[in-house]
């Protein structure tokens, strides 16, 4: 038997909780363009994170819930992974 997994579409089922940490994933290889937030700043839902440039088309991946980012990756210019964690939020203390 023969399992495929596809690092974007799981990346796409997983809904984050009302509580505990979110992962900002990015769906696709590409390269990290500019990042928007600092380790600690706080976030609203959907507020731009990060941008990653795939397929020459520039994405901005967005928070997928409001907290602190506690932990950030990444830094401009580096190369990523399809399915990669790239920042971290979670709850505002």
Known sequence: M????????RARELSPSAE?????????PGKVVRVLV??????DVGQGVLVVEAMKMEN??????AGRVSALSVEPG?????GAVLAV?????
């Open 20 to 28: 505990g940490a979110a992962s900002v994933v990015t769906l696709m």
């Open 38 to 43: 600092r380790d600690g700043d706080k976030v």
């Open 78 to 82: 580096q190369s990523v992974e399809g």
């Open 2 to 9: 023969v399992s495929l997994s596809d690092p974007s579409r």
């Open 89 to 93: 939020i979670e709850d505002e203390d």
């Open 60 to 65: 901005e991946l967005t928070a997928p819930r």
